[in-house]
Nanobody, 118 residues
Framework: QVQLVESGGGLVQAGGSLRLSCAAS????????MGWYRQAPGKQRELVAG???????NYANSVKGRFTISRDNAKNTVYLQMNSLKPEDTAVYYC????????????WGQGTQVTVSS
């Protein structure tokens, strides 16, 4: 049984910052790619940022230069530092990870709300 638990969401004014965390727990052999997605009301879920086990990162164009993804492999945790937040960043943010237990499986967290007021 593997769980992803997110934390760090909340309400912030435009221009502010938030840091999201996502910790994986359970019978984990290794974690390959970890990432953050978001879904705004009425929109499709989109990739915000991803990071591989070796530390290579990729970002959505809309967040480049403002968001930074990182991971602590010893803690099975991925972070998303969000700076210069905009109202259009408002969404439910989901953590995702490809985790090898018996085989490689994609897991999702329950989501954390980020609301940016103008």
């Amino acid at each position: 049984q593997v769980q992803l638990v997110e934390s760090g969401g909340g309400l912030v004014q435009a221009g502010g910052s938030l840091r999201l965390s996502c910790a994986a727990s359970g019978s984990i052999v290794s974690i390959y790619t970890m990432g953050w997605y978001r879904q705004a009301p009425g929109k499709q879920r989109e990739l915000v940022a991803g990071i591989t086990i070796s530390g290579s990162t990729n970002y959505a164009n809309s967040v480049k230069g403002r968001f930074t993804i990182s991971r602590d492999n010893a803690k099975n945790t991925v972070y998303l530092q969000m700076n210069s937040l905009k109202p259009e960043d408002t969404a439910v943010y989901y953590c995702s990870a490809t985790i090898y237990t018996v085989g490689a499986v994609d897991y999702w967290g329950q989501g954390t709300q980020v609301t940016v007021s103008s």
